[in-house]
């Protein structure tokens, strides 16, 4: 994003992102930044498909707002269930990971679910 936009404009742009999450979600959802332009979106206690849900509304209103920088941004996703999915926190963020890369290598805008 800082290679696209410029650093000022792609925190703008990160700033954008963290305040449509923040409006998407419940207060007893958890956001983190864990990366340069990664997020991490912790839902309790909810079932996957709402967990989709969830995500695909995320990734349509990206998609459809314009960002401070007056560009579009997209996002993609990889989504993962504890405990259906892992065991542990370590292989919940490595399957998390995993999707999310699928999501990328498949054309980006997109969510993926860990199996």
Known sequence: MNDQFG?????????????????ETRASDLCFRIGGEEFLIILPETDIHITESVAERIRKITEYTLSPSGKPVT?????????????????????????????????????????
């Open 7 to 23: 650093h000022q404009a792609g925190d703008e742009v990160l700033k954008f992102l963290s305040e449509l999450v923040k409006g």
């Open 75 to 115: 996002v993609s996703m990889g989504i993962s269930s504890y405990p259906a999915a892992a065991d542990s926190f370590s292989e919940l963020m490595n399957k998390t990971d995993q999707a999310l890369y699928k999501a990328k290598q498949e054309g980006r805008n997109r969510v993926v679910t860990a199996v």
